[in-house]
């Protein structure tokens, strides 16, 4: 249970207090990036409606009170109240120490950006790939390498991205399915089942164990729109950690 909410460093943080005696702190840019409410994420999903780079870059908290099993808080300058539970901020403190085992990647991996892979992004066919195992070896090595690769020619027909998988491996299946078809639906429980844009981001994060490699399979699109991009990470963190050493320390460092 809750006994106080104190804020500190002119808004910028918030220190809990809680009944066991435990203290945890809060960054108010953090706790307005995972607000709760519908308009930072889905009602419907739970899915995020924002990015970081909507939110002030000044966003400090401006008042706080504790009201039964939640924690009101408001931010400024947006005039912003939004509330948390207690149990999901208890849970999701990260001001403690826990340990965890450090990533790694191997030797071969590759960054790139749009300028360097604009015109060479690694690529097979089908056909080729399902006949000869050099052309899949070198399709694999590819995805290995740069984290992507594109397979053309496939069968227009749903199921068709388990033809591929078949070539070389298995297919883990989730609370999906063993595949499962993304289309606009008319009350969506993703927001991948909307025609609203998608931002970069990493799928599923939050299974154990995360999914490795994923396979999507165009079969047809029926509107205007519908790209595809993607996003080299590990090229974004190298450049993080160029510009921002202190930045980068944070992020890979805090659990």
């Known amino acids: 249970m809750l006994t106080k909410a104190l804020i500190g460093d002119e808004g910028r943080t918030i220190e809990l207090s809680w009944e066991n005696g435990t203290r945890t702190r809060f960054h108010a840019m953090w706790l307005r990036d995972n607000a709760l409410d519908d308009k930072t994420r889905s009602a419907g999903n739970g ?4 990015t970081i780079l909507d939110i002030p870059a000044e966003t400090r908290i401006g008042a706080v009170s504790i009201k039964g099993g939640a924690l009101e808080i408001s931010f400024v300058p947006e005039q912003k109240t939004v509330s ?31 300028a360097t892979m604009q015109n060479s992004v690694p690529r097979a066919a089908y056909a080729a790939a399902s006949h000869d195992r050099s052309v899949l070896r070198e399709w694999l090595s590819a995805v290995r390498t740069y984290g992507f690769a594109v397979m053309d020619g496939l069968p227009a027909e749903s199921g068709a991205l388990c033809k591929v998988s078949d070539l070389f491996g298995y297919i883990r299946e989730t609370n999906y399915g063993r595949w499962f078809e993304v289309r606009a639906e008319v009350i969506p429980n ?20 995360v999914p490795t490699l994923q396979i999507l399979a165009c079969i047809e699109n029926t ?21 921002d050493p202190h930045g980068f320390r944070l992020l890979s460092s805090y659990p």
Do not use: M
């Open 47 to 50: 899915q995020r409606l924002i």
């Open 84 to 114: 948390f539970p207690q149990a999901w901020l208890y849970t999701h403190a990260y001001d403690r120490v826990e340990l965890r085992k450090g990533g790694w990647t191997a030797d071969v991996v590759q960054c790139w950006t749009r």
């Open 190 to 209: 993703n927001l991948a089942y909307t025609n609203l844009g998608l931002q970069a981001h990493t799928d599923n994060p939050y299974r154990d164990p």
């Open 223 to 243: 509107v205007w729109g519908g790209e595809s991009t993607v996003v080299d990470g590990f090229a974004v963190a190298t450049a993080l950690q160029v510009e």
